[in-house]
């Protein structure tokens, strides 16, 4: 306590006249960035390690970094957590969850602990709060992380994010440098996502991409702190190496088309508004076609099928768009506008005989940037498909099929 004290004094006399000016900042102009779940342990300064300021995240932080799954609630009936997530996520409207497990965590150490059961027994958890914390809410972490040590710690793991049809594929650790501890620990960090995704007060949120969840992890030897990159299925170290690839992999959306869903507004759409926007009138002349598709199908229901001229004006391509509805509306009609460019392309004259006799061929791609997963326009399954190890035989199938 005398170390605090001193603190103390030492702070009013240095740090505090500058922080009163960055907290009178924030309160006239609050833009927290992220809510970060971390463990309580005193090796983790947050802040320090992000050189984030004042403003710029909330912090909860408990023993292992655990968000409690919803079903361990009734009524209203909740821990901290859930609370701090609402606080940041609704009341403050941030946009990112971030959750930092990290190497040799006493409470993952523990956690491993309880996969025997005289340890884990309901005696030694009446006498243990950590226990019982531990085995309460993080036995899903603990017996995902078991079954796949027990078939050889190889194969990827799956974990739901930020709906239950959005899944995570996750190789854990696998250079094998970590201790069995911290294959844990980075197992379940990623679990506590799947945990967040159990509110329904976030459900919307999370659907509609308005809501992003991330894992950090830090490795308290070295200081290298890893990102879990879905791209790459694992975690990468952030550093000079990796990091515009990680920027990338975090940058929303595509902007033009999140622009040309704005431009259903006249008002936005101007004319005058066009003269000072070269953006906008390029938008408006050439992607206009898309939205007019596009308002027309999501003012019906957003159910029907679409249907797009390809490469001639008889070829007709039958689309459904997203029918699990697991993309936000501008990704939709981000696709909408990737088919629709098939007859952009099929309306020059000079491509005329070659795409009437089958001798050129048109195809559609589609990047998920938040999964890195690149979706194949099928014609067959009349859908964007992902591109993955269920669907490659088919799709090389389709394209052989019609194609050569
Ligand atoms: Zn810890």
Known sequence: MEKILRGIMRYRSTTREQMVKEFQKVRDNPHPKAVFFTCMDSRMIPTRFTETHVGDMFVV????????HAHNFQDEYFTCEPAGLELGCVVNDIRHIVICGHSDC???NLLYQLRDPEFAS??????????AWLYSHANSSLTTFLKWHEAGGKDPLIFS??????????YIDPENQFAIEDKLSQVNTLQQMANIASYGFLKKRLETHDLHIHALW????????????????????????????????VQSDCKAMNLLYQL????????????????????YSHANSSLT??????????????????????????????????????????????LQQMANIASYGFLKKRLETHDLHIHALWFDIYTGDIYFFSRAAKRFLPVDEETVEKLLGEVQRYYS
């Not at 994010?161 to 899944?167: A, D, Q, V």
């Open 293 to 338: 598709t596009f308002l027309k199908w999501h003012e019906a229901g957003g159910k029907d099928p679409l249907i797009f001229s390809s490469e001639t004006s008889l070829r007709k391509v039958v689309a459904y768009i997203d029918p699990e509805n697991q993309f936000a509306i501008e990704d939709k009609l981000s696709q909408v506008n990737t």
């Open 161 to 170: 994010s930020e709906t239950s049809l959005r899944k995570v594929v996750a």
């Open 218 to 249: 830090f490795d308290i030897y070295t200081g290298d702190i890893y990102f879990f990159s879905r791209a790459a299925k694992r975690f990468l170290p952030v550093d000079e190496e990796t990091v515009e690839k990680l920027l990338g992999e």
């Open 122 to 131: 309901l005696d030694n958890r009446r006498i243990s709060p950590l226990r």
């Open 61 to 68: 932080r408990n023993a292992g970094n655990l968000i409690p």
């Open 264 to 283: 259903r507004d006249p008002e936005f759409a101007s004319l005058d508004n066009r003269r000072i926007s070269p953006l906008r009138a390029w938008l």
């Open 106 to 108: 006493k409470a993952m």
